[in-house]
């Protein structure tokens, strides 16, 4: 990662894990990080120490983060730079502090980053999240709509929804996605009235317009459903050769249904 980018990383909010216990997780939170353009990992007091080549192997090439990982002893040092932090939970506390939705959250951490102040987010331990004192040192909550019946998170997937809403708030409610199937031209007039000509004769050898009456009106459904389908060259082109195998295979079938004859 270039110094630019670096920079632009540092400008969203710290990702402090609390205690995480293994080096797998906190290499998934470095990549999920790297996924959305945040860079400033911070780890209190990580069960198996630090640095962890499980951790580095997980991060799947997301180094950059890993190796401006910082380690602090308690959440008080991990925070202490910051002006604003949000403690993410998936239970209801005893607090009075403000709770907010991943979207919600986010836009207010891209404005306070607007304005210069240092944010973070506390995610708890793999087993059983923040402590209510962890809590109480962030000043607000954040958590997320997900089923009451199952609320638990892996802290990866956490800090992946969070990663996800602050690129998202920044990007004016322009949710398209980073790039687009290129679609083909789609044919011409003269490419479908030869489609339309090609299959009407080798269905008329095949005996498909019976009773005769009706052939009018089956002729303009298969050509309604033929021009409905805003078909491209290369979609008329391989129409024409399976018309035409079909064709082929008819042909064969008659010539040795005569010879046998």
Known sequence: MDDETLRQSRTGPAIVLVEPQLGENIGMVARAMANFGLGDLRLVNPRDGWP?????????????????????????????????????????????KPVRGPEEAAVDLRRRSAEGQ???????????????EEVGLADEIVTFPVDPQFASLNIAQAVLLMSYAYQAAGRGGDLSPRFEAKLPEPATKDDLFRLFHHLEASLERAGYFFPEPKREVMTQNLRTMLTKANLSEPEVHTLRGVIKAFDYEAAQLRKKLGDAS
Not at 61 to 87: G, P, Q
Not at 118 to 132: A, H, K, P, S, V
């Open 118 to 132: 240092g944010t973070g987010i506390l995610f708890g331990r793999e087993r059983w999240g923040l402590t209510n």
């Open 52 to 96: 962890s080549e499980k951790a580095r192997a997980a991060a799947s090439r997301s180094d950059h983060v890993i190796d401006a990982v910082r380690l602090f002893a308690t959440v008080e040092e991990a925070t202490a730079d910051l002006n604003f932090v949000m403690a993410t939970t998936a239970r209801a506390r005893d607090s009075f």
